[in-house]
């Protein structure tokens, strides 16, 4: 072989390269080991830098809270005394009318949350006490005529001097609503004994059905949409009943499948039979196995009423009939009716559903991907939820009866991550330890001061557990980023609603006397900026109402100078461990007038 200029190349022979390369292995043997020894060295230093670092870190926290400058909030305009930012009606227009979506929920962007103080109306008063307030409230507390004037006739309510007065009226129950509740429970024995404690009223008027529910035991949340004048869920509210703004539209409702044990529709105008019976569908997802769906007005007992619903009693019977065969799809049956009031009741049986996979079949079942308890912005789905069959004690007829259920540990608590009946009992015996101890800090707790109470991020409702023989009531918040523990809270026959503490919630300012957060912040506070969390608890805390905030001592202080600069009185208190990581701060709103107003 030649090199390119033709000279031939000459070879070394084998004993004339055995010294260079052992040369080169030796040089590069060396410069390994430098490299190597250049690396440890280096990684030693990196992974010390990181410790002190750390170490640094821990001696700040150990240093002492969270700190921040102080701040004093302004008042919001006087047009914002009955402000709901998620059902604000400015916002409506900017929505579509399809479905009476623009009621659903639409929260304003960060950039757009007001950071200001609610003011009360003109002439706000301290709400009269409960169970006066049951049928008389200040009407200056919510001074809205136009369910007075429209609705004379049927007796919701009543203007007599500065009051509104309640004498339980309502467009199907002329003779008050304790008559009409009587008929029903001559159609569904178990409205007597124990056996069904949970109920929803969609369309509620102003919840005089739901009020008259809790002298019998069961414990109902109202439903209503947020509207210009009427205010049906601030009056609930105001009179010390239990409601919620929301409306079936295009979401599901904020609660989980299986769980209230009665739903009712008086001539609440939802149009059952229309886009698909979906409205309906949604009933049949919330309402537990064996619960039952009671409908007082159109189309039932057409024969006798068509005349005055302005339509013809062909079409009447057509609705009806539609009804009943939609229903008996779903797997319901006709249980009993009288008059203008009709029950049906879920069934329990497997067969019904099984009949459900059937081909071309509507309503079809919801396959294995729809969660049956996803229900925080999730969709209305045109399917039929089935009952899974893992669980034997979730139906009505096998759940216990109440007051017993309260304590028993619900089957689903199970699902739970980390669940289990230890895990629930534990709950129970904790929390009537914490609400002992509560009682002693704020003994306003198991008086006539204390009616609409909120525990804000529950786990199993133990909290609510507690307080059971108080003359109170407790909306169990669950968060939509937490576990979904909302199912047990209704197994044991107590009443919640799924939410985002990022967002308002769905109620009218003032309708709180007490509200409980358990570590709230530091669950959340990486999602929720503090200051909007609290302006939130704010709007919808009653003056005078409390604040009992159980978190890290790291947040204590920086909670406490927000809440001073929303003119709220506060002390911190040790907890029944008397522990020093852990701190309970005692709030108590303050009554103000804006300046603004006459």
Known sequence: MKNKDGKPTSYPDKGSRTVPMAIMFVVLCGFSFYLGGIFCSEKDRYVAKDITKAVETAKQTAAGPLKIKAVTFPECGIDYQDYTPCTDPRRWKKYSLHRLTFMERHCPPVFEKKECLVPPPDGYKLPIRWPKSRDESWYRNVPYDWINKQKSNQHWLKKEGEKFLFPGGGTMFPNGVSEYVDSMQALIPGMKDGTIRTAIDTGCGVASWGGDLLDRGILTISLAPRDNHEAQVQFALERGIPAILGIISTQRLPFPSNSFDMAHCSRCLIPWTEYGAIYLLEIQRILRPGGFWVLSGPPVNYENRWRGWNTTIEEQRSDYEKLQELLTSMCFKLYNKKDDIAVWQKLTDNSCYKKLDAPDIYPAKCDDGTEPDAAWYSPLRPCVVVPNPKYNKVALKSIAKWPQRLHSSPERVSDVRGGSDGAFKHDNSKWKTRVKHYKKLVPAIGTDKIRNVMDMNTVYGGFAAAMIDYPL????????????????VYDRGLIGTYHDWCEALSTYPRTYDLLHVDGLFTGESHRCEMKHVLLEMDRILRPNGYAIIRESSYFMDAIA????????????????????KEKILICQKKLWYSSKQS
């Open 561 to 580: 100078t927000i809440a001073k600069g929303m003119k709220w009185s506060c002390r911190k208190e040790d907890t029944e461990y008397g522990v020093e």
């Open 473 to 488: 009531w407790v909306m169990n918040v669950v968060s939509s980023y937490a576990a979904n523990t909302l199912a047990v």
